[in-house]
Nanobody, 126 residues
Framework: QLQLVESGGGLVQPGGALRLSCAAS????????IAWFRQVPGKEREGVSC????????FYGDSVKGRFTISADNAKNTVYLQMNSLKPEDTADYYC???????????????????WGQGTQVIVSS
């Protein structure tokens, strides 16, 4: 079973930056597509970004395009989400997930998922 652990969340002021990490164990991330999601209590989960483990294709939700960047370090078996120009509406619990389906499906939660992390909290506030 692939295990994922998120880290890097915290409190940041509007306009600031954070880098989230998604560390995998058990299997190589190269065999999976990795997606980031976020969720606010009482609201549905939102797809944020996804990276294809085979060809490094990257996908972003419209609300974060131009501000967030997803990347992978295969040697560390870790995927990162660099978040710049943060806004209060970015406040949420952020989760990473590994899936076997293409990113076009995973980011809509329509694909096959192998594992989910427990999440890391991001708060953007003055």
């Amino acid at each position: 079973q692939l295990q994922l652990v998120e880290s890097g969340g915290g409190l940041v002021q509007p306009g600031g930056a954070l880098r989230l990490s998604c560390a995998a164990s058990g299997f190589s991330l190269e065999r999976y597509n990795i997606a980031w999601f976020r969720q606010v209590p009482g609201k549905e989960r939102e797809g944020v970004s996804c990276i294809d483990g085979r060809d490094d294709r990257r996908f972003y939700g419209d609300s974060v395009k131009g501000r967030f960047t997803i990347s992978a370090d295969n040697a560390k078996n870790t995927v990162y989400l660099q978040m710049n120009s943060l806004k209060p509406e970015d406040t949420a619990d952020y989760y990473c997930a590994a899936g076997l389906s293409e990113c076009e499906k995973l980011i809509r939660e329509e694909g096959v998922f192998a594992s989910w992390g427990q999440g890391t909290q991001v708060i953007v506030s003055s």
